[in-house]
């Protein structure tokens, strides 16, 4: 197999060449290669874009986003950005050293600079960012991505550092994978309907659920089959994030619930599936168990909820749980600025503070340093994806938990498993 | 041992030893951006630098993040001399994309079946501009 060759428009050739300035070529010059070496054909059109590179990785990255605006680049579309390394909004503190926080601030001073809105969410989809069905983006942060084209039917692939921002400022995006119609059939057929239908109105099955079809389907395009009822776009968002977390699920669907599988047969095209999986309790109850790291569950140092991050009905949630008293391990509640906005009008954020709730908005407890160092500290957690990524992000062992048994572990200052919500 | 390899990005002429990695690494998380070691340690090549050396990669795994941490290697000179790999990986590559528009000196990538990896293991290569790829020694 030889690479194909991509087939620029002169439009196109002409930006790399450098007729809108020396960053749009950049952009343009950079979505071709990668379309060359995805074997694209040729680039597609995009209405919007969602940036996960400005989260710092190193200087190189920050240094790249530098030479984009020096070079007089804008971005072409609509782009959101996703979580960055500081909480600018002041309301959490970090741990990052002097070098590396400099950095990472002018990282992502050089991303609203290329005209990106400061979003810093990874949950875009919740902050008013919900492009049409059907239409191509060039969206990056597994969550977002598989949300994106399983929710809300727009087409994306997982695009990642320096390509998001490339094809937003490009308005360009290879057309291969789930950009084309055909990768998006399900192959794959997940029957959950002989699940304990007690656990599966419960608030940690769609979490568990996600991390056990991650782990069984890998990148493959699946269908899951007996689910009677919507569970709610944030019990979506919980499954995708395990999901993308445990494997790489860029696009779900769920038969009478996402939109390209109103029923089974159009989610496979009429065809049988290649592979059918019947879930049964065991696999569920395997599945919460390796949400779990922690060997033993007789203290707790944090809870940590909002990956991705929490709404505001997960804060009414979170808020009617916990009933106003007083915690005695803290609480990170992460979210988004588009969250922090409503609580912070109706009084909530300062009411949660002066409960013992830290809230973190702009970023996350497992992609920048805000935990305190603690050796065999123990996580406790309602989010498939902190679940996944705690033990090697933070060092934190993990205990998977219902968002009550969290409230509960966090008054009590002990693990309570078992709580009523 | 000749073999011809299909460049995928061009860079120099290479000469350097071959460092033949024998399970598949995932560079966000599994290569230490500030030393180019191998940093996971269920790796069976564990605690092996990258740096300098022609990697032979039979597959890839994990986070798109790949791509920030080839290019922070490049930018510290910390990079491999030559990226060999079974599968051409988009992600990976774009890394040394972009080390070339930062100006960078890049090194070459290239696609062989992984059929010969075990024949270049720890050996001397060299690599023409044009993809060649022979053993010295």
């Known amino acids: 197999m030889t690479l194909a060759v991509v087939n620029l428009t002169s439009d196109e050739r002409a930006i790399a060449a450098g007729s809108r300035g020396a960053g749009a070529a950049m952009a343009m010059r950079i979505v071709a290669e990668a379309g060359r070496l995805m074997g694209a054909g040729r680039l597609l059109p995009i209405a919007s ?38 909480d600018l909004t002041g309301c ?59 929710v809300l039917g727009a087409r994306t692939n997982r695009y990642g550092d320096f390509l998001d921002i490339a094809c937003a400022i490009a308005g360009r995006a290879p057309d291969y994978g789930l950009h084309r119609p055909e990768n998006r059939v399900a192959t794959v057929l997940v029957d959950v309907s002989r699940v304990d239908p007690a656990f599966l109105s419960s608030d940690i099955a769609w979490p568990v659920l996600g991390n056990l079809y ?36 860029g696009l779900f669907h769920i038969a009478g619930v996402t939109p390209e599988a109103p029923d089974l047969s159009t989610a496979l095209n009429g065809a049988q599936p290649v592979e059918r999986i019947v879930v ?142 | 041992m000749t073999v011809q390899g299909e460049v995928l990005l061009e860079g120099p002429a290479v000469e350097a030893p ?21 940093a996971d340690p269920r790796h069976p090549e564990f605690g092996q630098r990258l740096a300098g050396r022609v990697v032979c990669v039979p597959a890839t795994i994990g986070s798109s993040s790949a791509s920030a941490i080839l290019l922070e290697l490049v930018h510290r000179g910390l990079a491999p001399a030559a990226i060999v790999l079974h599968q051409p990986d988009a992600i990976l590559l774009l890394g040394l994309v972009v080390a070339r528009e930062m100006g960078y000196a890049t090194p070459p990538a290239l696609r062989l079946d992984a059929a010969h990896f075990s024949a270049l293991a720890g050996r001397a290569i060299t690599i023409s501009e044009g993809g060649m790829i022979a053993c010295r020694s």
Request: include cysteine; glycine fraction near 10%; aromatic fraction near 6%.
């Open chain 1, 280 to 421: 049964t309790d065991d696999m569920v109850r395997d599945s919460q168990r390796r949400l779990s790291t922690a060997e033993r569950a007789d203290r707790v140092d944090a809870v940590a909820i909002g990956s991705p991050h929490l709404s505001l009905e997960e804060f009414d949630a979170l808020e009617s749980l916990l009933r106003g008293r007083r915690v005695k391990v803290p609480i990170y509640a992460c979210t988004g600025r588009h969250v922090l906005a409503q609580l912070d009008a109706q009084g909530r954020r300062t009411a949660l503070e002066s409960n013992g709730v830290i809230v973190v908005a702009d970023t996350c407890i497992v992609v920048t340093p805000i935990l305190p160092s603690k050796a065999g500290a123990i996580l406790m957690t309602n989010s498939g994806k902190f679940a996944h990524y705690a033990l090697p992000n933070t060092g934190y062992a993990v205990l998977y938990a219902s968002l009550a048994d969290c409230v509960e572990s966090a008054v009590s200052g002990r693990p309570t498993i078992g709580a009523r919500a």
């Open chain 1, 214 to 249: 991650g782990r069984e389907i890998g990148d493959s395009v699946g269908v899951i089959s007996g689910i009677a009822a919507h569970p709610g776009e944030d019990a979506l968002k919980g499954f995708g994030a395990a999901a993308a977390s445990s494997g790489s699920v």
């Open chain 1, 49 to 86: 874009a969602h940036i996960d590179g400005a989260l710092y990785h190193g200087d190189s990255g920050t240094l790249f986003a530098e030479k984009l605006v020096a070079g007089g680049a804008r971005v072409s579309v609509r782009a959101t950005l996703n979580v960055g390394a500081i």
């Open chain 1, 92 to 150: 959490s503190r970090n741990l990052l050293p002097p070098h590396e926080r400099a950095m990472a601030s002018r990282m992502m001073t050089a991303y609203r600079e290329l005209g990106c809105e400061q979003t810093w969410t990874c949950a875009p989809y919740q902050a008013g960012h919900r492009p049409r069905f059907g239409t191509d983006v060039a969206w990056g942060e597994s969550n977002a991505v598989a949300f994106c084209n399983s």
């Open chain 2, 18 to 38: 071959a460092l033949t990695l024998t399970a598949p690494i995932s560079f966000w998380g599994g290569v230490d951006a500030t030393t180019s070691a191998i």
